[in-house]
């Protein structure tokens, strides 16, 4: 069978409710990232419309050993979702898997299928009264699928856990073209292997997610929202510690912010203002929240805060007194990003240590950078209730950006090195994808990348879901 | 080489803090099961003191195809921990290596290493101001590693999940001796696969768990303790539905029991009595606990059950006012076991299904196993909110408890036959072990059952790992 016969075929898996795309403008959308880092080339793009023609793509390129690329909603970081550039792949979108199965309050499960976006998660759970506990930046966008190929994070991970944490089941379409069939939304089940884990965070190198049972929470109906200024990371550190009993464990978020953030953002982007009068030198933004209405939250936050300033741990405080107020001090955090870009091109380390050693790793990688190049400034912010923060590296007038850029790989090396000598992790919520592939290689624990390479041998022998992910 | 030659080699292999056991009177206490219902042989005892003294000893048996069979405090329920009967596995004790390496009250996280006691663990938190968070009836004999190696539940996963969730970092040696390291205790971590998911739960099959580092939470400073007479478990299933929000999400058990439960356990039991002053055909035990010393749980907890009483949607409903009444409560609860096995034998069954569907299952397989086995009777009871019971069959005069006996295998075909139909599991809790491995081949899901054996395959291509368990 010549190649184009084979081409053909795969046209004929994609039935009820698909799509074909081959004419060259008309994939272009689909061969770029996000960031608009990285283009690659297709033979087509494949959108199945069920579980049964994504079945039939599978076995027809696991018996071609035609090389398969998932993709959700396109919003990833590191390159995971977009083809090589041999064009050799059939890139497969799974945007028209996008039924949301059932929302069932009385188990508190979801079960949305592979293209289901994320804001479209949270508008069916808030309409049967339940919260699900996951949200990031690009919710309007980010598919499950997605989410649950790169175990995606956010900023409520603090108490909730990652993607990996709401899953109770999971449909697959594995690399043979076999289903796998662990959708049932089980709260226990030790009946073997829990082969679906593999599924989570393997970023479509395993296997297509095709629907995914997510677990769902009481809606929240008080949510109390604080900005903290404070000394430095430790001194945050230290006050998570105490508030998160002092709050019966209710801690949602607790993000870090340096002055220089602050700054960039209201400097940078229209209606933002610095809510607190004085400056400080780092920040926290932390948001409680509980499922019953009128809970003393709020009373409980402002105590706990005010022992704190008179303990001078804290140098200031402010509580968001109405939905306005909280959106502001929100609009804080979620807007460095675009502050960041506004201020101009700096370099991006997605990393993670255990959250003890955080403020030590902070001051620790700063000093080497900064001592070595002259004019290079870290702005770290983040998660720091997960030990997750997003060190970036920016530069001052002596260092001019574009000289800045071309020290990617050095400045990389030196902080993977670190993270790496302090038990931490290169890639905390973002994945490996192409960007990582050479730094796991180099930096990951030899038997986990043993295993890796086994895993990926046996379930994926003709090498075909998402070439050049995740390996070398 | 021949085989007393190689026998000597293996206990070479242990050394500092280690132990090796041949005389077949010292070695009897670790080949048979806690219950007493399986007793295999083994070559000798071995009990190493460090992961390298393991990590030799699996070296040499994947070079010899020497079976390994890892125990820990041996109190499983499915035969996972005791070797076969052929006498050919080493038996690879872990109880030595018992070392709490470190308590992290600012990273909430403790490591432990396999043989560490689960209650040893408890008390370890508690020192620290922090709790474990997950509880069962052989704390005092069960150890990490095993907790880990079956993902152990017990009566608090409802609020806070199975022993999977509570594994933030793993260290494992792997069938080819290598040692997987990836016990940095990390919130989040996407690069690459998360092999450790691979061990939890994999009852030793695919390597042996050496240290897990486990999160803490802060502890619990407020306990609120109740016994609710209801109708039935749909009764019971609805006021779980509306207690969740209106205790902000802070149930930590929800335990279901018949009347039968309640009438053998202060039949058989000293000490126990019925807390009600009438009888209800069903009970749960709930509580809930907050970190916040006063917290208002107590008074939010009974206004509900008020509402409740008053909407005549359960029958009576008593709150502990006392640690000792909450201690009469938990009794009830905790020693039906140890009623039953008074009361004589019965046959089990662990089995789950979609928390929603349970009543139904409840009333359908109670019903089609009573219309068939005259004198048969179903006896369920435990983890409603986890949509796990123990569904456990006795009998009264029609049928005596020895007929009963014979008829396990065409019961068990029954019971898991409709588990099966409600896409329920075979093992919710307890494992697959050697006892239910016949099952899991006839009736798990083909994609998985082909993943799992891919799996092993890949990563013990020798099958030294713990032989005869989870696959027939």
């Known amino acids: 069978m010549n190649l184009s016969d084979i081409m053909e075929d795969f046209q004929h898996c994609v039935c009820e409710g698909g799509r074909v795309i081959t004419v060259p403008e008309e994939m272009a959308a689909y061969l770029t990232d996000w960031r608009g880092n990285k283009t690659g080339h297709a033979r087509m793009v494949l959108q199945p419309g069920s579980t049964e023609s994504l079945a039939r793509i599978v076995r027809l390129a696991a018996q071609t050993g035609t090389a398969l690329v998932p993709q959700g909603g396109n919003t990833g970081l590191v390159g995971g979702s977009v083809p090589e550039t041999d064009g050799n792949a059939i890139l497969v979108s799974m945007t028209r898997m996008n039924r949301i199965r059932s929302v069932d309050p009385a188990s508190d499960c979801i079960i949305a299928e592979a293209g289901v976006i994320l804001q479209h998660v949270h508008e069916a759970a808030a309409a049967a009264d339940r919260m699900f506990p996951l949200s990031l930046g690009a919710k309007g966008s980010a598919t499950i699928g997605g989410l ?9 991970v603090l108490r909730y856990g990652t993607m990996r944490a ?108 610095d809510p607190l009068e004085d400056a400080y030198p780092w920040y926290v933004l932390m948001e409680v929240t509980s499922s019953v209405a009128g809970d003393a939250l709020h ?27 909280r959106g502001e001090l929100w609009q804080l955090r979620e807007t460095i990003a675009e502050a960041e870009k506004a201020d101009g091109k700096a370099l991006k380390h997605d990393i993670s240590i255990p959250v003890a050693d955080m403020p030590r790793f902070m001051a620790a990688a700063a000093a080497a950078i900064e001592d070595r190049w002259e004019g290079a400034q870290v702005f770290a912010f983040g998660h720091l209730g997960d030990g997750n923060v997003h060190f970036n590296v920016r530069s001052d007038a002596r260092l001019p950006r574009e000289r800045l850029m071309l020290l990617r790989d050095d400045v990389a090396a030196l902080v993977y090195r670190m993270v790496a000598d302090h038990r931490g992790s290169i890639s905390a919520e973002h994945g490996i994808g192409s960007l990582k592939a050479g730094e796991l290689a180099q930096l990951g624990d030899p038997g986990k990348l043993a295993a890796m390479k086994a895993v990926k041998a046996a379930l994926d022998p003709m090498g075909i879901m998402n070439p050049g992910k995740m390996f070398v």
């Not at 649950?148 to 409520?156: D, I, L």
């Not at 697959?172 to 679906?196: F, M, T």
């Not at 884990?197 to 109906?221: H, W």
């Not at 949510?223 to 949602?252: E, F, I, N, Q, S």
């Open 148 to 156: 649950v190929s790169t175990n995606a994070g956010g900023t409520q």
């Open 166 to 273: 709401q899953i109770l089941g999971l449909e697959a379409v594995l690399p043979s073209g076999e289903v796998l069939d662990q959708l049932s939304p089980l709260r226990k089940d030790n009946s073997g292997y829990d082969i679906k884990q593999l599924l989570i965070g393997a970023e479509g190198t395993l296997g297509f997610v095709t629907a995914a049972s997510l677990r769902l929470l009481p809606a929240p109906k008080t949510v109390v929202t604080a900005l903290v200024g404070l000394t430095d990371p430790a001194a945050a550190l230290g006050l998570m510690t105490r508030l998160k009993p002092a709050t019966g464990d209710r801690l949602d978020s607790f993000e870090l912010m340096p002055r220089i953030a602050v700054e960039l953002v209201t400097q940078h982007v229209p209606g933002t203002r």
């Open 299 to 325: 009373d409980a936050l402002e105590a706990a805060l005010a022992a704190e300033l008179a303990a001078n741990r804290i140098l200031d405080a402010v509580i968001a007194r109405s939905e306005r107020e």
